[in-house]
């Protein structure tokens, strides 16, 4: 079946990922008959974008057909009234829960025995019993960006234990469960969301038996719906499934006996919020939900409104699909990155590259010859006379953060090898970046600011810098961080042929003192093994 795919199933697609860049675009504009948007409508990205709108445009129409079919016999004015009610109810109810939630105000009610309502990344789990007091563990212990932004905003994270009754989702692939996976199932008693799952009203009618109960460990502000005003007694030691069904049995019970509802915390009364943002919200719901009760469908049994509502959401969902097609299909029909190339325009007037007439400025023309690097970046260096005070051998090893484009490894400081003479021409060139980085940010053009300024890699300066300087191949090799030999090569090929433009774009602004320096650059580095046409010659 594999072979048989290989050979005669549908060829991957080919996807254009055509996009302009700041250097194309400016050699362009340098052109009086050249119009850059004329080269964006004649793309393949455009006609694989026009191309795909009559399909968006048929499955939006099949959508809306299937949407006309649901739910026929009842009138949708009423049910889309009390949806809105519903919904802004709702909504109106999770930002009063973020001020219950201040650990200032929960902190107290957070306690053993406590009935508690938890949802888990959009599953309910219902009710469950509170184990522990609320526990503070400080941010920064885990390794990359979150852990990073959470060690430096200083944040500490609440967490609790919490018993939920649950089902094991080994259950749900298994044909039957047996005795011997019941009980050792019932062994374990730590739970989490992959490997559990909410227990729904076909669990406790078909097979009771999956049924456990097992101990979470959950962050405070995303987990509690509800908090209640009930506590019951909970056992020592919830390691043991013995106890663990106990109290599981205890929560049954007092559930039972509460058909209309368990108490809840009055968040003024009992907790002592008094906010007054929360008591504009406290009103708005209050005013929601009289409304909700005087609506005329609030009287309908409670599964016969709920069966309506689902419906509607269900069609409403479709109805919004279909309005999403129908926009991506007029969107494709348009000209593709119009509004980026504006954008793009815009960052070019700010850096100095074009005048507001879009003439081409002395930093543009420089820009036009550089398309190995950021031309962006690689123009800011050579405006800002860094180049002008290092020797060509420096330029070079400079140079080749731009070249070097492996990934720094997350709290790895690639500075720290660095001889002195380095740090302060790096320290420049991150300015120029930073500079880059917040005039496209300026534009509302996609970019991260910190991650555009580290995507500069000094690892191979100092090995940059040795080879300049004549040492083999061998020696220049390790003094890399950890690089590969194709890597070395590649990046010293690159960086080569990036001098040959600067070369170029110093000659075309009369930086005559920059030509030489460049093109002494270049001798430097093609020599040897890195510049041979082969290996096997």
């Not at 080919?14 to 119009?35: A, G």
């Not at 393949?44 to 974008?49: A, E, I, V």
Request: net charge neutral; charged share 25%.
């Amino acid at each position: 079946g594999v072979c048989k795919g290989i050979l005669y199933g549908d060829p991957d697609p080919l996807n254009s990922s055509y996009k302009i860049s700041y250097n194309m675009l400016l050699n362009m504009m340098r052109v009086e008959e050249v119009d850059p948007e004329y080269l964006l409508r004649a793309s393949f990205h455009q006609f694989q974008q026009e191309n795909e709108a009559p399909l968006l445009e048929a499955k939006a129409k099949e959508l809306e057909q299937q949407a006309d079919q649901m739910d026929t016999e009842n009138d949708d004015t009423d049910i889309a009234e009390y949806h809105n009610l519903d919904h802004q109810l709702t909504l109106t109810r999770q930002k009063m829960l973020t001020f219950v939630l201040e650990p200032d105000y929960v902190r107290p009610y957070i306690a053993e025995g406590r009935l508690v309502k938890i949802a888990i990344d959009n599953h309910d789990f219902g009710w469950g019993v509170i184990l522990s007091k609320l526990k503070t563990k400080q941010g920064g212990s885990t390794a990359g960006s979150a852990g990073k932004q959470a060690a430096m905003n200083q944040a500490p994270e609440y967490t609790f234990d919490v018993l939920l009754p649950c089902v094991d989702r080994h259950f749900d692939t298994a044909t039957t469960p047996e005795d011997s996976t019941l009980s050792s199932q019932n062994l374990i008693h730590w739970g989490t969301i992959k490997k559990c799952r909410p227990v729904s009203p076909t669990d406790e009618t078909d097979n009771p038996d999956i049924i456990s109960h097992r101990v979470f460990t959950l962050p405070l502000l995303s987990s509690i719906t509800t908090l209640a005003a009930l506590k019951i007694f909970v056992q020592q030691n919830v390691t043991t499934p013995e106890h663990r069904t106990q109290t599981g049995k205890m929560l049954k019970e007092t559930l039972r006996r509460f058909p209309s509802g368990v108490p809840l915390l009055d968040p003024v009364q009992d907790m002592g919020v008094k906010d007054p943002e929360f008591t504009k919200l406290l009103s708005r719901a209050t005013a929601l939900s009289q409304r909700l009760t005087r609506h005329s469908l609030h009287s309908l049994p409670h599964s016969q409104l709920m069966t309506r509502l689902r419906h509607y959401r269900a069609k409403r969902a479709i109805l919004r699909r279909a309005r999403d097609l129908r926009r991506d299909a007029r969107d494709r029909t348009t000209m593709v990155m119009k509004d980026d190339l504006k954008k793009m325009k815009r960052v070019l007037r700010t850096l100095g590259h074009v005048d507001v007439n879009g003439v081409i400025q002395t930093k543009g023309r420089t820009a036009c010859e550089i398309n190995t690097a950021n031309e962006l970046v690689v123009v800011e260096l050579v405006f800002a006379g860094v180049l002008n005070d290092l020797t060509s051998e420096q330029c070079l090893a400079l140079l080749s953060c731009l070249t070097f484009d492996e990934r720094v490894k997350d709290g790895e400081d690639g500075t720290h090898h660095l001889k002195r003479q380095f740090h302060e021409p790096l320290r420049k060139l991150k300015d120029g970046a930073r500079s880059v980085a917040r005039a496209v940010a300026q534009h509302k053009l996609p970019i991260d600011e910190e991650q555009f300024v580290e995507g500069l890699n000094p690892g191979m300066m100092e090995a940059v810098y040795e080879w300049s300087r004549g040492a083999k191949f061998v020696d220049v090799q390790q003094l890399t961080t950890g690089a590969f030999e194709g890597t070395t090569i590649r990046t010293l090929r690159r960086l080569e042929e990036l001098v040959r433009q600067l070369m170029s774009a110093a000659k075309a602004i009369g930086e005559s003192d920059l030509a030489v320096k460049m093109e002494k650059g270049s001798d430097l580095l093609k020599r040897d093994i890195v510049f041979c046409s082969s290996l096997y010659l």
